[in-house]
């Protein structure tokens, strides 16, 4: 998969798509990260891309001129691909979007920075993303977020495509809890149904760690979720163990 970066601060990216999985794919060609500044389609002398508000306020908004001459230029250049804009004001992003857009050849993510895009410039992007419900300074850390969490979706990318699937939002549920040596650390101990070998019975007893999670933590998740007979008794065996009843999904 091709994925082009529109940004003002080519330099912030710097070494974080270098290392661990992200490297190794990278190398082993299943992603092709390119960074591409757009200052060099500012206008004049001083190639500027950004300019006051129109009815006066604080800050400065990127022109969409220099930004509509660099996406017209990376559209001649490989497979027809989404443009994302990064933007608070976009769909919040989250594991479904990640999947969705790993399936894509290729996409392009506009970094915004000040106070953000001319509103002429949103008609050129399919797409405008969000990170979270928070304003941050630029759009360089959002599409580090994107870059990183639809690389995991690509096949390949993850050594162990299990590792993928058990994870938080990949089927609607949070992970189920992680241990690892040694069995006991300051008087805290494993449970024992990981101790016993018995891979059925553990395979149960994460299923219904992961859906009491959810219900604890993200009730919103798990009202969307459809369950399964055996999900309800493993959840009331879980929520037996943590002394909680099963809530009103409806509720
Ligand atoms: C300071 S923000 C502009 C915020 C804008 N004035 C607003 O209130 O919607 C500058 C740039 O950072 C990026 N950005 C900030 N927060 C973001 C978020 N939560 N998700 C995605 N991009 C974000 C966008 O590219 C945005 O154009």
Redesign the pocket.
């Known amino acids: 998969m091709r994925i082009d970066i529109l940004t003002l601060l080519p330099a912030t990216f710097t070494g974080v798509f270098d290392e661990s999985i992200l490297g190794a794919a990278r190398r082993n060609g299943l992603i092709d990260i390119r960074i591409h500044p757009f200052r060099p389609y500012g206008e004049g002398r001083h190639r500027t891309v950004d300019d006051t508000p129109f009815g006066g306020g604080p800050g400065m908004v990127l022109k969409p001129g220099p930004l509509a001459a660099a996406l017209a230029d990376l559209r001649k250049d490989g497979p027809p691909a989404p443009v994302i804009?990064?933007?608070?004001?976009?769909h919040v992003f989250d594991q479904t979007m990640a999947r969705e857009l790993a399936r894509l050849p290729r996409v392009i993510l506009v970094?915004?920075?000040?106070?953000?895009?001319d509103e002429r410039i949103l008609p050129e992007f399919d797409l405008q993303?969000?990170?979270?419900?928070?304003?941050?300074?630029?759009?360089e850390f959002?599409a580090m977020v994107v870059v990183d969490a639809l690389s995991r979706m690509i096949p390949g990318t993850v050594g162990d495509p299990d590792s993928v699937r058990e994870d938080s939002f990949f089927d609607g549920t949070l992970d189920h809890p992680q241990y690892t040596r040694p069995a006991i650390w300051q008087e805290r101990a494993i449970p024992a149904v990981l101790r016993d070998g018995h891979h059925s019975r553990i395979a149960d007893w994460r299923r219904g760690e992961a859906l009491w999670r959810t219900v604890a933590h993200r009730p919103d998740l798990f009202r969307q979720l459809a369950l399964s007979s055996r999900d309800r008794a493993l959840l009331q065996d879980a929520l037996a163990n943590h002394s909680q009843s099963i809530p009103d999904k409806g509720a």
């Not at 804009?85 to 976009?90: K, M």
């Not at 990170?131 to 300074?137: K, N, R």
């Open positions: 804009g990064l933007t608070p004001q976009g970094c915004g920075r000040y106070e953000g895009f993303i969000s990170i979270g419900d928070y304003v941050l300074t630029g759009g959002p």
